[in-house]
């Protein structure tokens, strides 16, 4: 049987849960979301070609998902794979994409996600999907700075648009970070995805300014 988790652990997540804002989005924030079932399916409304970006790529289970239905020219693949983990997960994707990192569709960047995007000119990509660690603070740095480095009609998507993990247990802010966001910077939902395994996946796009 496992060790019984400390009053301690408990206080932590629940100072975490706490320290995060709720922030109320307007109407038009969801106005014109959908409801799609998968986060395949969320892959599948976004426009092909372009390029675009993973951010958090572990062992490229979902890069491939992203290479083969948004068929983007440039699928630029961003990860530190330091974690325990994911540490084998940088071999097994240089394995997997040998042919595309030979031709220069697939590119490789180690490092932190904020470091390597940062190093991106801006309005370069026309796609981004988030999935790091998914803390307040860091999602909220990456969907900023990812605004930056998108085109004007460039889309904003992630994983885990959900409390957290209920089997570590671990507290998700991907939530509060999208609304703390869209609120601020004039963005709204345009998909979010209701996977089975709740591990819901989210896309936003520019919409309303504040006052519109």
Known sequence: MGAVESAAQ?????????????????????ESCRLVVSREALLDGVPKGGRAAELGVA??????????????????????????????GRAKVEEKFAKEIANGSVKRHVGSSLEMLGAFDDGFFDFIYIDTTHSYHLT??????????????????????????????????????CHQFCSEDGWRYRTISLDGGGSFSFCLERGYKRGE
């Open 10 to 30: 408990v206080s932590k997540r629940q100072e975490q849960w706490n320290s995060m804002p709720r922030v109320k989005l307007a109407p038009h924030h969801v």
């Open 140 to 177: 909220l740095s990456e969907l900023r700075l990812g605004a930056r480095k998108l085109k004007p009609s460039g889309l904003l998507a992630g994983h885990d648009f959900c409390v957290g993990n209920v089997v570590k247990p671990v507290v998700y802010g991907v939530i509060q970070a």
């Open 59 to 88: 062992f490229g289970d979902f890069s491939s998902e992203i290479l083969n239905r948004v068929r983007p020219d440039e699928l630029h693949l961003i990860d530190m794979w330091e974690a325990e983990r994911y540490s084998a």
